[in-house]
């Protein structure tokens, strides 16, 4: 299995831009997350999902952010407008966890995002 | 709110030399897993603790999980440079559906 995809890997955009990091998570497995990570504030969940459902979003900073999850295959976090203090590495991950219990999380490799 | 601290914040050792790292919590939780992130890349599990007061070794790693369900342990023994990077606690509760990722412990290996 190829793992964890992301894309872009590397993201430099102006403030005011919308910003759309993609997805593409194990197959077969039923949950995934959506993280941010930054010097400040470490490892942070933001979202996930589990056979497609948002199941916690308490973690998405505000409504500048969004995320979808149309297909078991894809996922999207969208940021619009963007502002600098959204430049991190957001990192998506999958589980195959069945929903009750979150085992296992695999990590992609993460998507460098810098708003000037 | 819970808390989850690790320690030591980072750490600078020679290569070769025996490592302990720990996570403590507020809350009491049932399974603890450890987590490696090398630089430029997505964490990794290392391993997985899921009954208080067991130990579970994974090569040159160790942990332990307390008896108090509120702390962990993290050992390697003989690191070599390859060790380098940040390593995670990430408790969850029994139905996993509160889990959280510690700050952190960032090992640097000198030649």
């Known amino acids: 299995d190829a793992g964890v995809i992301q894309s872009p890997r590397h993201e430099v955009t102006e403030m005011g831009q919308e910003v759309t990091l993609r997805c593409k998570p194990i197959?077969?497995?039923?949950?995934l997350f959506w993280y941010r990570q930054t010097m400040m504030r470490g490892l942070e969940l933001l979202i996930y999902?589990?056979?497609?459902?948002?199941?916690?979003d308490s973690g998405m900073p505000e409504d500048r952010f969004s995320a979808k999850m149309p297909n078991a295959s894809f996922s999207t976090l969208k940021i619009q407008p963007s502002e600098p203090r959204d430049s991190a590495v957001y990192f998506c991950?999958?589980?195959?966890?069945?929903?009750?219990?979150?085992?296992?999380?695999?990590f992609g490799p993460g998507t460098r995002l810098l708003v000037l | 709110g819970q808390q989850l601290n690790q320690s030591p914040q980072s750490m600078f050792i020679q290569e070769g030399e025996d490592v302990s790292m720990n996570c403590t919590s507020s809350?009491?939780?049932?399974?603890w897993l450890w987590y490696k992130q090398d630089p430029g890349e997505g964490p990794v599990l290392l391993i997985a603790?899921?009954?208080?007061?067991e130990l579970t070794s994974n090569g040159r790693l160790t942990a332990q999980f307390g008896i108090t369900r509120k702390d962990s342990f993290l050992n390697i023994s003989a690191s070599i440079p390859s060790d380098v990077g940040i390593y995670f606690c990430?408790?969850?509760?029994?139905?996993?559906?509160?889990?959280?990722f510690g700050p952190g412990t960032r090992l640097s290996v000198l030649p």
């Open positions: 991950a999958s589980s195959p966890g069945s929903g009750a219990v979150i085992e296992t999380q695999y």
């Open positions: 197959s077969g497995h039923n949950s």
């Open positions: 999902f589990n056979n497609n459902v948002p199941i916690d």
């Open positions: 809350s009491i939780f049932n399974t």
């Open positions: 603790l899921y009954k208080a007061g």
């Open positions: 990430a408790p969850s509760d029994n139905y996993g559906q509160n889990f959280v």
